[in-house]
T-cell receptor, first 112, second 114 residues
Framework: GNSVTQMEGPVTLSEEAFLTINCTYTATGYPSLFWYVQYPGEGLQLLLKATKADDKGSNKGFEATYRKETTSFHLEKGSVQVSDSAVYFCALKTNTGNQFYFGTGTSLTVIP | DTAVSQTPKYLVTQMGNDKSIKCEQNLGHDTMYWYKQDSKKFLKIMFSYNNKELIINETVPNRFSPKSPDKAHLNLHINSLELGDSAVYFC?????????????FGAGSRLTVL
């Protein structure tokens, strides 16, 4: 079956620290991979995506590389800001079926 | 113009009542979804419609009934509300056939059952 596993939170970092949120997946076929971000009180927004092996998605200083050999799509940012405080969701979609599969979400708090 | 809009944003009601949440998207997408997010932020798919046809119907109590009058609208009606129904409900849409297929979410409707 299809599933996404991401690291448990909450994660608390100081401003300008390096961020990694781990995400691994199980999927049939060749999924597209996504990171969504949910700021407090808001809906989920697409942060970045990658559609094939070795693709790197990037946006707002965040990056994630589609690693087929390790079935991973870890989210990284070199220097976090207070405004990055949010819940981050890893997700996948295969090219068959209409369902998106989400991880459990990782809450990030960045303190000044 | 909001791409996926849900109403109401907040809903507080008593146990046993019936309530509805409405969703509209102006993206021209052909697939719409309802997700439930619990207090731990866990996101669970409830239903999905493609061109007004039900295509995903997860294990959800019969008290929840989705209705899609056209492909731009997907409403959620809940009968006999229970305390455990308290959650944030998100509507989302996507376009099948696009690659990659991306979900666009509404801002959420927070339901509190007292």
């Amino acid at each position: 079956g299809n599933s996404v596993t991401q690291m448990e939170g909450p994660v608390t970092l100081s401003e300008e620290a390096f961020l990694t949120i781990n995400c691994t997946y199980t999927a049939t076929g060749y999924p597209s991979l996504f990171w969504y971000v949910q700021y407090p009180g808001e809906g989920l927004q697409l942060l970045l995506k990658a559609t094939k092996a070795d693709d790197k998605g990037s946006n707002k200083g965040f990056e994630a590389t589609y690693r087929k050999e390790t079935t991973s799509f870890h989210l990284e940012k070199g220097s976090v800001q207070v405004s990055d405080s949010a819940v981050y969701f890893c997700a996948l979609k295969t090219n068959t079926g209409n369902q998106f599969y989400f991880g459990t979400g990782t809450s990030l708090t960045v303190i000044p | 113009d909001t791409a996926v809009s849900q109403t109401p944003k907040y809903l507080v009601t008593q146990m046993g009542n019936d309530k509805s949440i409405k969703c509209e998207q102006n993206l021209g997408h052909d697939t719409m979804y309802w997700y439930k997010q619990d207090s731990k932020k866990f996101l669970k798919i409830m239903f999905s419609y493609n061109n007004k046809e039900l295509i995903i119907n997860e294990t959800v109590p019969n008290r929840f009934s989705p209705k899609s009058p056209d492909k731009a609208h997907l409403n959620l009606h809940i009968n006999s509300l229970e305390l455990g129904d308290s959650a944030v409900y998100f509507c989302a849409s996507s376009q099948e056939g696009l690659f990659p297929n991306v979900l666009t979410f509404g801002a959420g409707s927070r339901l509190t059952v007292l």
